[in-house]
């Protein structure tokens, strides 16, 4: 058994696939906008993720924007056949690198047919239709007429599965009435903890949570609770954060995300880390922490 197969297994779509996988937001230059500062290094992570036995990696025709998507078929096409690539829509960049909401009929159907260019694909895995009624989050309000444009585009058989992301319980229960909803992906992680009783009600139901942000984002996790469990055990406050996550729900995957070689095989590492009971209570305690 490989490190990552450590991990578990979860569904998504109709595939299983390893509960710690990877992002590939920070493959894309400074502010996800423009390419990287070293090409052939963001080739050489994604190949060695894919080595490692990661099956699913997480991306956006909107990082970059293409950048990402065009690394990936570069550094792995042809694919293998258990690897799973989701995307999101519902964004567009503007020229001074800005995210913008993009929810018209238009402008999602040109992002699910970007996607597939860049990529080189017939069909998207899954979608996650991204709103953005609010910067700072989650925010109310009808997700119906986006989210029957990307059912439409499924039923045309552009897309196979459905996910969505930043959304309130409130309208994945919208969403479920008007399609079958694989996963959900929103922010969440040991400082940040909004979703706990979502997190259980999808695993009740079998639909996976994807955590955006899982080891805090642009501003990292950092407290002395983290670090004293980290040096005890004899790992990193980040392999602790994300061994965390894999204890949290079995239905909650992983898409830590990294441009260096060496940060990628240390996320992988948690996969293999156990965490004791006394640990994952201390850590319990950090919810709304300010990472």
């Not at 503007?94 to 860049?118: I, M, Q, Y």
């Not at 700072?136 to 989210?147: K, R, T, V």
């Not at 996790?221 to 079995?250: C, D, K, N, Y």
């Amino acid at each position: 058994m490989s490190t990552i197969d450590q991990s578990g297994m979860f569904t998504l779509g109709k595939h299983s696939v390893k509960r710690l996988g990877y992002g590939a937001m920070q493959l894309a230059g400074p502010g996800v906008f423009g390419p990287p500062r070293d090409h052939e290094a963001a080739l050489i992570v994604l190949r060695e993720a894919v080595e490692s036995g990661v099956n699913h990696i997480d991306t956006s025709d909107f990082y970059g924007p293409h950048v990402t998507n065009q690394i990936i078929r570069e550094a792995l096409h042809p694919y293998r056949d258990d690897l799973v690539i989701v995307t999101k829509i519902g964004a567009r960049r503007g020229a001074d690198g800005s995210w913008n909401p993009a929810f018209s009929r238009e402008e999602l159907t040109k992002a699910v047919h970007d996607n597939l260019r860049n990529l080189s694909l017939d069909v998207m895995e899954v979608v996650n239709l991204r709103i953005v009624f609010d910067v700072h989050g989650p925010a109310e309000g009808s997700i119906e007429a986006p989210l029957t444009v990307l059912a439409d585009l499924q039923r045309q058989g552009l897309v196979r599965h459905i996910g969505l992301s930043n959304v309130t319980p409130t309208q994945i229960a919208e969403g479920r009435r008007i399609t079958e909803i694989v996963c959900v992906q929103n922010q969440y992680n040991l400082a940040h903890r909004a979703d706990d009783a979502l997190i259980d009600d999808l695993a009740r139901d079998g639909i996976a949570y994807v955590p955006f942000f899982p080891l805090g984002g642009f501003t990292p996790l950092q407290s002395s609770t983290l670090s004293e469990v980290a040096a005890h055990l004899g790992a990193t406050p980040m392999q602790v954060a994300l061994a965390w996550l894999l204890r949290r729900a079995p239905n909650i995957l992983l898409i830590p995300g990294t441009s260096s070689v060496g940060h990628l095989r240390e996320n992988l590492a948690a996969a293999a880390l156990v965490l004791p009971d006394d640990a994952a209570k201390e850590l319990d305690h950090m919810a709304n922490i300010a990472s």
